[in-house]
């Protein structure tokens, strides 16, 4: 999601980064669902196997344009339907599986059962499943879900014109990884005021979620202008992807490594952006790495090695990032407001988790690389190489 605005010019002292681009050619890229291709899942190979064979209870053959009633058994075994009736059994003569009248499939012919068999996305797990399409053509369809089923196939006004389907779209994928979309709604004139964005009422889609019982919601937000930044209805829908990769790694770096994100810290993560920026900021709006050279939503990898290497450019220690006790310009912060300054250090959960405090955030700039104080690593579990991200990405 964008969290920067392009009309106003900031105060801070932000990276320059050239614009991100969805038109690569890279197949790595091609991450939209309507380009993917759609195969025959196993049990859909196995019966196309049997069709080109015999009946195991007449004996007599299957043929291509087979126009006897036939029927397909939960265990995916075929016989003619009047064998079936004749044998007169609650199970398959196959395997011996059960098989009641009630869990039995009848077609009317072998094209019929052809086109009813399940089909499955060829790309590496994807997790679109399922589509009416013939199998028996010996061509692959192209995967129908979601692209393809959006009233609108055109990039300009894409998110506008298409915003019930994706929302649609959001709550079934967030859900797939057991996040509860709490309200989720379409606004023509969102407008959020940070210190890293002023949006005015332009158009987005604004998904609150709950993260962890107990805790406020998090507010998470797809804008037109990010999304819409595209050539064509594939790119689009690849910006939206991407968006939401982006967001579900964050949110599961906050579960698995709750020491980043933690402000009491010499070093924790401050803001990501994904689009103006391209940045991940640490301890306030003056550092930063950049964040596709660390994560690529497009092939869903996330290296803790480059996340290193770029830290150590700007003078920091990769594994302060890990340590857990706070620093002592917190607790002298701390110490002196009495908590009547500490309350305005806000965490607020809007794109971004400390990003965009509507009110000034109270963050002690003060904490520099050559502020940080030494830290053991001993006692720290310090990650590297690539982050697993099968079991949270799509």
């Keep these: 999601m964008n969290n920067i605005s392009n009309g106003t010019e900031s105060k801070y002292a932000m990276p320059e980064t050239k614009a991100h681009s969805s038109e690569s050619t890279s197949p790595a890229n091609n991450a939209n669902f309507k380009g993917h291709q759609l195969q025959a899942t196993k049990s859909s190979r196995r019966v196309e196997a049997a069709l080109q064979g015999k009946c195991s209870i007449c004996m007599d053959p299957f043929t291509n344009t087979e126009i006897k009633p036939l029927s397909l058994l939960p265990c995916f075994h075929v016989y003619h339907s009047e064998c079936v009736t004749q044998l007169n059994k609650q199970s398959c003569p196959e395997c011996r599986d059960h098989a009641s009248p009630s869990t039995i499939k009848i077609y009317q012919n072998s094209t019929s059962l052809r086109e009813d068999l399940p089909l499955e996305c060829a790309e590496n797990l994807c997790s679109v499943v399922g589509a009416n399409a013939s199998i028996s053509s010996g061509k692959k369809a192209l995967c129908p879900y979601p692209l393809a089923t959006f009233p609108y196939q055109a990039a300009e006004n894409f998110l506008e014109n298409n915003h019930a389907p994706i929302i649609e779209w959001l709550r079934e994928s967030f859900a797939e990884k057991k996040y509860k979309a709490t309200h989720v709604h379409y606004d023509e004139k969102y407008c959020v005021t940070t210190r890293f964005v002023h949006l005015h009422e332009k158009p987005a889609i604004v998904f609150f979620m709950q993260l962890k019982p ?62 103006n920026y391209n940045a991940i900021f640490f301890n306030n709006e003056h550092n930063s790495v950049p964040l596709r050279t660390i994560f690529d939503p497009s092939t869903k990898s996330f290296s803790w090695d480059r996340l290193k290497q770029e830290l150590e450019k700007k003078g920091f220690e990769y594994k302060k990032l890990f340590e857990t006790t706070p620093s002592e310009k917190f607790l002298e912060f701390n110490q002196s407001s009495r908590m009547g300054a500490f309350e305005r250090w806000e965490v607020d959960t809007v794109d971004g988790f400390h990003s965009n405090s509507r009110g000034e955030t109270a963050v002690p700039d003060c904490i520099t690389p050559s502020s940080q104080r030494p830290v053991s690593e001993s006692r720290l579990e310090i990650p590297s190489g690539d982050l697993d991200t099968d079991s949270f990405l799509f």
């Design 214 to 275: 107990n805790e406020p919601e998090g507010e998470f937000s797809y804008w037109a202008e990010d999304i819409n930044k595209a050539k064509t209805p594939e790119a689009a829908f690849t910006n939206l992807l991407e968006d939401m990769r982006t967001d579900l790694l964050f949110i599961s770096l906050k579960k698995t490594h709750p020491a980043i994100f933690d402000i009491s810290t010499d070093l924790y993560i401050y803001h990501y952006d994904l689009w």
